[in-house]
Nanobody
Framework: QVRPVESGGGLVQAGGSLRLSCTAS????????MGWFRQAPGKEREFVAA?????????TYGDSVRGRFTISRDNAKNTIYLQMNTLKPEDTALYYC??????????????????WGQGTQVTVSS
């Protein structure tokens, strides 16, 4: 299976914004929910956001990012996005996108996802 590819990470000052992209060359891309996770050094992988399949009408967010981050998808481009606003130093992490194993729910646990990208680094300076 082709793995997703993340991009858009970088170094930003606290209070700034970044938009991450994740592209997956999968014929069935629109049929599956997709999610974003992050992992900081020495910490467990943390759920960030997820979006339902097809039109992406359902979204869900981790408590630490709700109200600041927005997930969206463009099925014509086989791409999901993570718009990150009002970034904080504690948002510093390696950000991964992944495809859900399940098609009809929007899962939040890493074990509920199968295809993972290599990650893109986000660093927020204070």
């Amino acid at each position: 299976q082709v793995r997703p590819v993340e991009s858009g990470g970088g170094l930003v000052q606290a209070g700034g914004s970044l938009r991450l992209s994740c592209t997956a060359s999968l014929r069935t891309f629109s049929s599956y929910p997709m999610g974003w996770f992050r992992q900081a050094p020495g910490k467990e992988r943390e759920f960030v956001a997820a979006i339902s399949r097809s039109g992406g009408e359902r979204t869900t967010y981790g408590d630490s990012v709700r109200g600041r981050f927005t997930i969206s998808r463009d099925n014509a481009k086989n791409t999901i996005y993570l718009q990150m606003n009002t970034l904080k130093p504690e948002d510093t992490a390696l950000y991964y996108c992944a495809r859900s194993r399940l098609q009809t729910v929007v899962p939040t646990r890493p074990t509920q996802y199968d295809l993972w990208g290599q990650g893109t680094q986000v660093t927020v300076s204070s």
